[in-house]
């Protein structure tokens, strides 16, 4: 089974310029995360998709952060224009809902985007 | 709102001792706890799930423990080894599969 991929892994822009990181979960996991760590700060919820639906954007920290994830299937989170305080590691994150089976609300971790902007 | 807290914050011993990280959590209406090893530069390895109801859970040299009416979680590991050194983070997830994640223990173990 393949895990949470996530793209690019790294990603190096000026600031104004635009970046958008792409999340492919696990095949059949309703839930999606997105996390991120800022430098020398704790990793961070910044919302939550249900299918295609967000359940949960209480941690996006702007609105210079749009996240979608048409079809229910992968999710992509822009950043628009993107300032010096966003970089850091984005963290994408999937998991089976309640009911679906075994391993409910264990997540999954995608190895990251690290996202410096200069 | 959930607060994580992990001590120490950073933790050095020689190869082939036991060593205990903690994790404190401030609301006990929690789902599951995860405990996760992050290498430099790469994603988070889920090490242990402890689901709400249970006390403990093992992996190899690895244990887990979950108080949860004291919001503690402990991760021992047993015959520590050069190649645990990393960062282990631990995660407590609500119902609704949000995490919130503590600082993490970065752990140096000396050959």
């Known amino acids: 089974e393949a895990g949470v991929t996530q793209f690019p892994s790294h990603s190096v822009i000026e600031k104004g310029q635009t970046v958008t990181l792409r999340c492919d979960p696990i095949?059949?996991?309703?839930?999606l995360y997105w996390y991120r760590r800022v430098m020398g700060k704790e990793i961070k919820f910044l919302l939550h998709?249900?299918?295609?639906?967000?359940?949960?954007e209480s941690g996006m920290p702007n609105n210079r952060f749009l996240a979608e994830r048409t079809g229910g299937t992968y999710s992509t989170l822009k950043v628009q224009p993107a300032e010096l305080e966003d970089s850091g590691v984005y963290f994408c994150?999937?998991?089976?809902?309640?009911?679906?089976?075994?391993?409910?609300?264990?997540?999954?971790f995608g190895a990251g985007s690290r996202l410096t902007v200069l | 709102k959930q607060e994580v807290t992990q001590i120490p914050a950073a933790l050095s011993v020689p190869e082939g001792e036991n060593l205990v990280l903690n994790c404190s959590f401030t609301d006990s209406a929690i789902y599951n706890l995860q405990w996760f090893r992050q290498d430099p530069g790469k994603g988070l390895t889920s090490l242990l799930l402890?689901?709400?109801?249970?006390r403990e859970q093992t992996s190899g040299r690895l244990n887990a423990s979950l108080d949860k009416s004291s919001g503690r979680s402990t991760l021992y590991i047993a015959a520590s080894q050069p190649g645990d050194s990393a960062t282990y983070l631990c995660a407590v997830n609500t119902n609704a599969g949000k995490s919130t994640f503590g600082d993490g223990t970065t752990l140096t173990v000396k050959p």
């Open positions: 998709f249900v299918k295609e639906s967000k359940q949960d």
């Open positions: 994150a999937s998991s089976l809902r309640p009911g679906q089976g075994f391993g409910a609300n264990v997540l999954t």
């Open positions: 095949s059949g996991h309703d839930n």
């Open positions: 402890i689901q709400s109801s249970q």
